[in-house]
């Protein structure tokens, strides 16, 4: 079946420190991909999503390039700040179905 | 728009005992999804309405687990007799309607705890 894995279960950074989180994903189709953020005591809320090989989705400073041959979609920021700390959701879904699959999601933690 | 909204946020129930979770959807969406998050399994997909229809239950445990949507501005997921695995926090979304295009929107998700 479907799959994503996200390889970094907690992420500890100083303000200013350069951000990734690597996100693999299993599929059989051509999936579109996404990446959601998860504030303390909110649901998630949906940073950007990629639908084709090579395009990079981007908000808020975060960016992420599909990536058809290496079956990744790698989270990148440059300069994180505090209140960047939350859960990051990688996530997939096949055009004309609604079902997510997720990934188990990775903590971020930034240190002022 | 006041966002998808939950009730309660927080609901502590006894071994054995009822309980009842409420959703209102954004004004004007379709598409109503149901999800349990818990630490060990993450995020998982419980159950989906559109146009109030049940659409897809797959997700849902086949025993004392139940969700409706009798009308286009609520939707309630009901267990019964809860158990301890059953504390999580059960979130909704909604969309304007179930394609890949659409995002949901997810509420700030019901804190279930049985003790």
């Known amino acids: 079946g479907d799959s994503v894995t996200q390889t970094e279960g907690q992420v500890a950074l100083s303000e200013e420190d350069f951000l990734t989180i690597h996100c693999n994903y299993s599929?059989?189709?051509?999936?579109?991909l996404f990446w959601y953020v998860q504030y303390p005591g909110e649901g998630p809320q949906l940073l950007f999503r990629?639908?084709?090989?090579?395009e990079k989705g981007s908000s808020r400073g975060f960016e992420a390039t599909y990536d058809k041959g290496t079956t990744s979609f790698h989270l990148r920021k440059a300069s994180v700040q505090e209140s960047d700390s939350a859960v990051y959701y990688c996530?997939?879904?096949?055009?004309?179905?609604?079902?997510?699959?997720f990934g188990a999601g990775t903590r971020l933690k930034v240190i002022a | 728009n006041a966002g998808v909204i939950q009730t309660p946020r927080h609901k502590v129930t006894g071994k054995g005992q009822e309980a009842t979770l409420w959703c209102e959807p954004i004004?004007?969406?379709?598409?109503v999804f149901w999800y349990r998050q818990t630490i060990v399994q993450g995020l998982e997909f419980l159950t989906y309405?559109?146009?109030?229809?049940?659409?897809?239950d797959s997700g849902m445990p086949k025993e004392r687990f139940s969700a409706q949507m009798p009308n286009q501005s609520h939707s309630t997921l009901k267990i019964q007799s809860t158990q301890p695995q059953d504390s999580a926090v059960y979130l909704c979304?909604?969309?304007?309607?179930?394609?890949?295009?659409?995002?949901?929107?997810f509420g700030p998700g019901t804190r279930l705890t049985v003790l």
């Open positions: 599929a059989s189709g051509y999936p579109t």
């Open positions: 990629a639908s084709r090989d090579k």
């Open positions: 309405f559109r146009n109030q229809a049940p659409i897809d």
């Open positions: 996530a997939l879904r096949y055009t004309g179905n609604y079902k997510y699959v």
């Open positions: 004004s004007g969406h379709s598409a």
């Open positions: 979304a909604s969309s304007l309607n179930g394609g890949v295009s659409y995002e949901q929107y």
